[in-house]
């Protein structure tokens, strides 16, 4: 998998679907096919400005011309596929409605202010495609998903599950001469939309009736089927030692999210460090040793009392209930944990 922030598929994720198969397609086809196409499609504020070609200010950011920004822009979308699970396609569709319409004053603006300000004039072409709402993302991307350390470089350096969405969207921002534009008018709508500046949630936001007729006519043609089983584990495998293998994972993950904190704990019990205590017994449940066919002699503990209030947060993230109350007791109540637990696997 490319990154932590999210399970792998397009579960639950429409929007996000159709965002990756038609704008790429599209992309593809003007490039290898039509190339005296392209001209339709070119963000030309100049032509917006001096001949009210206003029409490109929808044609001219919805297809990358360029295939890198197609690639860059295509793995960004699927990362942040995990904002329309969490609040749902409408929720996450009016993200990107206000951020894309907004970004277009902010484009205006900051050619206008370089112009006035420097005396330099800017190209006639920015970069096209659907750019901006992808950089907006990165606010809520900053401001939610949690950070979960996964190795140490150079001292003081770390590696976390976001490291490389941050170094794929570097890539996207020094890929054009003019792509700074596009990418500075992105985050400040995003701040704006995130941040309910102005109230333009609720002026800028999909209709339900909208949504209803969409979830009806195209839902049904970039709608994902859940999946029915985990992965491969080996032969003759169980979703209980899944499961268990699963449990694992987030046991290590725990231990190098916490490693500060155990250190400080080393100090002060003189060198012995209470693992139980730090990290509750995630293996203390029924395990079956498939080998012989005879249940662990040790019993399981009486399972951790759940807030009722964290499970139904997670389960308005799209989760069973089932799995929110494992992922919980496993974290000890931590609802961060909890929950990039659950959007990894």
């Known amino acids: 998998m490319f990154t932590s922030t999210g399970s792998s598929g397009l579960y639950k994720a429409p929007v996000s679907k159709c965002l990756l198969l038609v704008p790429s397609a599209l992309s593809l086809l003007l490039a290898l096919v039509l190339p005296h196409c392209q001209r339709f499609f070119v963000y030309d504020l100049q032509a917006v400005k001096d001949d009210f070609q206003i029409w490109r200010l929808i044609s001219g ?7 890198k920004d197609t690639f860059c822009s295509s793995l960004l979308i699927y990362n942040f596929r995990i904002f329309e699970r969490r609040y749902g396609s409408r929720k996450f569709a009016s993200f990107l409605l206000g951020s894309w319409v907004l970004s277009v004053v902010g484009d205006f603006i900051l050619v206008e202010a370089v112009r006035y300000s420097f005396g330099v004039t800017m190209a006639r072409n920015l970069p096209s495609g659907f750019l901006a709402p992808v950089f907006a993302l990165f606010v809520p991307f900053y401001c939610s998903i949690p950070r979960v350390q996964v190795a140490h470089i150079l001292g003081p350096l770390s590696i976390t599950n976001k490291t490389l969405i941050y170094i794929l969207g570097l890539q996207l921002f020094t890929s054009g001469s003019y792509i700074w534009i596009v990418a500075i008018s992105g985050l400040a709508s995003g701040i704006c939309y995130n941040s309910r500046m102005l ?28 999946p029915t089983s985990e992965a491969r584990v080996g032969m003759g495998a169980t979703v209980d030692i899944q499961r268990q293998q699963r449990m694992e994972l987030l046991d290590r993950q725990l231990m190098l999210s916490q490693f500060a904190q155990v250190r400080r704990q080393r100090q002060q019990q003189g060198g012995m460090i209470n693992w139980d205590r730090l990290f509750p017994p995630l293996r203390q449940r029924r395990n079956v040793n498939y080998q012989d066919g005879r249940q662990a002699e040790q019993p399981a503990s009486p399972p951790l009392e759940v807030p009722e209030e964290q499970v139904a947060r997670l389960m308005e993230m799209g989760f069973s209930r089932g799995d929110a109350l494992e992922a919980l007791r496993a974290s000890n109540n931590d609802l961060n944990v909890a929950t990039h637990f659950l959007l990894q696997h």
């Open 61 to 67: 950011r919805i297809i990358c011309l360029d295939l």
């Open 199 to 226: 109230q333009v949630h609720r002026v800028l936001y999909v209709p339900s009736w909208m949504a209803k007729f969409c979830a009806w006519t195209l839902e049904p043609l970039f709608s994902s089927s859940e």
